[in-house]
């Protein structure tokens, strides 16, 4: 099935001839027909114009175009702007809108030949963990649809994980990539904040928000971070850092790498069968030739409550501009202050307002102080840990989230507990280092995706995803697909 397929082996088959980008953008959507109406993991796609696209990437092939994603199909979240395509951010409040232009990592995409197709659910504004903060219904798990994919990016990794297309992009802002890349068995990578323009992302929290490929492999990462990735004049916060070619580091030599165990991170709520997982795949990088050191990472337990101060005054003043008169959604009313209400009140969700709430607070004179200012005094503490662990290490390894994928409607009555799912991953972005996670092993009974996480240095991607790849390659995890996907 040419829709199983990563990006490297549908390459290879579209450069060969063996098979045209029409029939694997058919096969992807012939999957979205067949397991979507389980899964919904996409919010729309347009058949007509990703055949269009199709038919061009075949044109190009034949006449000997050579591009990285030539002709391969890839869906996104729907927080990225696709000239043309409906950007709604998992939100009633943007209405009807369609992007009028492209996103910088979607040009890029496009640049490389890619078929960009298709909205994938996500939580409201990216706020959430479980894709339930969706205004349009919850994205299930393809390994158990009674259980959530996690979120923000839940459609972008249920689609991966159910081959409904070839790699998905996703946003990350405090783990939004990596947990539920983890929670459905598929590679999620965060990029280190700059590494790849933000133009065209819809903001939830501006110093933390990375956009990042969500896919089968880590070489189809490696693939998609080395297209995405440089400096971009529209946004002032990407970095004029050399981009690598992060595919040929992919050498499988970690001899001598030195990964680095928090003992921090081996907290009360973490689950059993994941901690053993874990500990294998530590094993397994001993056996494959890497040094394993205690580290500590003593700000750890701040991360959380640092996070809901920063991240939620951040969204606080980027979510002001949805006020019912620029675009998007609009109920009409007797004065502008009362259409604002009214607008607003209709268009966002329960989690959106808690958080506009919060952030408005803690920006709020008399309160600023005492909480955002601090907030940011306790962020560079925990940015200084990492930078110091970095020292004497080249990664750093955790799980990525403290169980496997959750009931729906398990943690839906309680944030608190919803929040604390993000406990691993969300110091990476107050950092603003990279990270990654990777299918590390199952639960029993239900069968359900366990992931790894690796944090590397800013602008480590390179070792990174060499780490990744290595312990990847000498483990199966990544091959096995849920019950959903039809065999061969
Ligand atoms: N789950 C976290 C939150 O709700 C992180 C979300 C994200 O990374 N976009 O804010």
């Avoid at 409201?124 to 959530?148: L, Q």
């Avoid at 169980?403 to 839906?412: C, D, P, Q, V, Y």
């Amino acid at each position: 099935m040419l829709n199983q397929l990563t990006i490297s082996e549908l390459a290879a088959k579209l450069a060969s001839r063996e098979v045209s980008a029409r029939e694997a953008t058919q096969a992807c959507l012939d999957q979205i027909a067949r397991v979507d109406g389980k899964i919904h993991a996409f919010l729309s796609h347009n058949t007509v114009d990703a055949l269009a696209q199709a038919d061009a990437a075949d044109k190009a092939i034949s006449s000997g175009a050579k591009k990285p994603l030539l002709g391969i199909p890839i869906a996104v979240k729907d927080v990225l702007a696709v000239k043309n395509q409906p950007l709604n951010c998992g939100s009633k409040i943007l209405g009807n809108f369609i992007s009028p232009y492209d996103a910088t990592a979607i040009e890029k995409l496009k640049a490389a030949g890619a078929i960009v197709f298709g909205r994938l659910n996500m939580d409201e504004f990216a706020m959430g963990s479980s894709t339930e903060n969706s205004a349009f219904g919850v994205t299930k798990n393809p390994w158990d649809i009674t259980r959530i994919p996690g979120g923000s990016s839940g459609g972008s990794a249920a689609a991966v994980a159910a081959d409904e297309a070839i790699a998905t992009l996703g946003t990350d802002t405090g783990g939004s990539i990596r947990q539920p890349a983890a929670l459905c068995g598929v590679v999620g990578l965060k990029p280190t904040y700059g590494r790849i323009s933000r133009y065209g992302l819809v903001a939830f929290a501006s110093s933390l928000d990375q956009i990042g490929p969500l896919t089968k492999d880590v070489r189809d990462a490696a693939t998609l971070l080395g297209v995405m990735s440089g400096v971009d004049p529209r946004d002032s916060t990407s970095v004029p850092q050399p981009v690598p070619d992060y595919v040929a580091a992919l050498d499988g030599n970690i001899k001598g790498l030195k990964l680095g165990l928090p003992s921090e991170y081996l907290i009360g709520g973490l689950d059993p069968e994941v901690k053993a997982a874990v500990d294998a795949a530590v094993k397994q990088y001993e056996k494959l030739g890497a040094e394993i050191v205690e580290i500590s990472l003593p700000h750890t337990d701040y991360a959380v409550a640092t996070y809901y101060i920063v991240a939620t005054a951040e969204a606080s003043a980027n979510l002001a501009r949805f006020d019912g008169i620029r675009y998007g959604l609009r109920v009409e009313a007797k004065d502008p202050t009362e259409l604002y209400r009214q607008t607003r009140g209709a268009g966002f969700g329960a989690e959106v307002k808690r958080r506009i709430i919060l952030g408005t607070y803690v920006l709020s004179s008399g309160y600023h102080d005492a909480y955002y200012l601090r907030a940011q005094k306790v962020r560079t503490l925990i940015r200084n840990d990492f930078l110091k662990a970095f020292e004497t290490v080249d990664a750093i390894v955790t799980p990525t989230t403290p169980t496997a994928a959750f009931k729906i409607g398990e943690k839906s009555d309680d944030p608190l507990q919803m929040y604390l799912s993000d406990i691993f991953t969300i110091s990476c972005n107050l950092a603003g280092i990279c990270g990654v996670s990777l299918p590390c092993g199952f639960t029993k009974s239900p069968k359900l995706p366990i992931g790894l996480q690796l944090l590397g240095k800013p602008f480590g991607e390179k070792t990174l995803l060499k780490l990744a790849h290595a312990y990847e390659q000498s483990t199966a995890w990544h091959q096995e697909k849920p019950p959903l996907a039809p065999a061969g």
